[in-house]
């Protein structure tokens, strides 16, 4: 296959965590890497790794809050990749504090980079799938946006509530462009956001709420994010697929 002819996957915050670990994921199933991460010197690291390995990866410097940054993003990727034919939303923050206390400014900023940031990647992205009647929107929510999970999450989960309901508005819209829009939801995982976020204490208590008792791993989210973007998902639309140890299925823990 010429690499022209490669298919192109888009990865935001894919400089670590599970967006590094999709963009992974992703390289071994043949597709051309965009990584897209604010902090461009972890992700210019990460494209160093890929390519060691043999595989096609540029790195971009990205605010996916700033339409104009989202905009310079894409219209590079049509001009020097010619396409986009895949496009993982992983970019995101997350801050926790009591709801009686939740900073205006910290619940703006959180809507904005998780919300509307993810609003303008899949627009941009599904402008240009559309030219090729092909694409594969796949967007990182959690399982914090389907139920409460612990308190202090009032920006976070509300944030990723709105990511699937983001979800399921464009796979009803896109579908006849040849699109599709799924949305994965993990349970807690371990990353650098969790390790800064979750206490021993509160990993203790959330493990136990899990079937699985553990966290999941970067490469079960990955898992995932591969089998979304290949073709034989063709049939599966506006989903929100839980990757997380069966949390979601047991609302009862151990009675």
């Known amino acids: 296959m010429k690499v022209e002819d490669q298919k192109v996957a888009v990865v935001t915050g894919g400089a670590m965590g599970i967006g590094a670990e999709a963009a992974f994921a992703l390289a071994k199933d043949g597709h051309r890497i965009v990584i897209c991460d604010i902090n461009i010197d972890a992700a210019e690291h990460f494209v160093m790794l890929l390519k060691e390995q043999g595989h096609f ?10 339409r104009a940054s989202v905009t310079e993003a894409f219209d590079w990727i049509e001009r020097e990749l010619g396409r986009c034919d895949v496009l ?38 599904a402008r240009l799938m559309s030219k090729h ?12 946006g389907m139920r409460a999970v612990g308190k202090g999450r009032t920006a976070y989960g509300t ?9 399921r508005q464009m796979a009803v819209e896109l579908i006849d462009y040849g699109i599709t829009a799924n949305a994965i939801a ?12 979750h206490s021993d204490s509160f990993r203790e208590a959330y493990s136990k709420a899990i079937p699985a008792k553990r966290y999941g791993t970067t490469q079960e989210i990955a898992g995932a994010v591969s089998y979304l973007a290949s073709d034989v998902s063709a049939y599966v639309n506006g989903v929100v697929l839980p990757v997380d140890g069966g949390f979601m299925a047991w609302g009862a823990g151990d009675i």
């Open 159 to 167: 944030s990723k509530g709105a990511v699937i309901a983001l979800t």
């Open 133 to 144: 009647g092909f694409g594969r929107i796949i967007n990182i929510a959690s399982v914090a």
């Open 186 to 197: 993990p349970g807690p995982v371990d990353t650098p956001m969790t390790k800064e976020l």
């Open 57 to 66: 990866a540029h790195a971009r410097q990205v605010d996916v809050s700033s």
């Open 88 to 125: 993982v939303n992983s970019a995101g923050i997350a801050k926790t504090m009591p709801f009686l206390d939740f900073d205006l400014e910290v619940f703006t900023k959180t809507l904005h980079i998780n919300v509307t940031g993810t609003f303008l990647c899949c627009q941009l992205a």
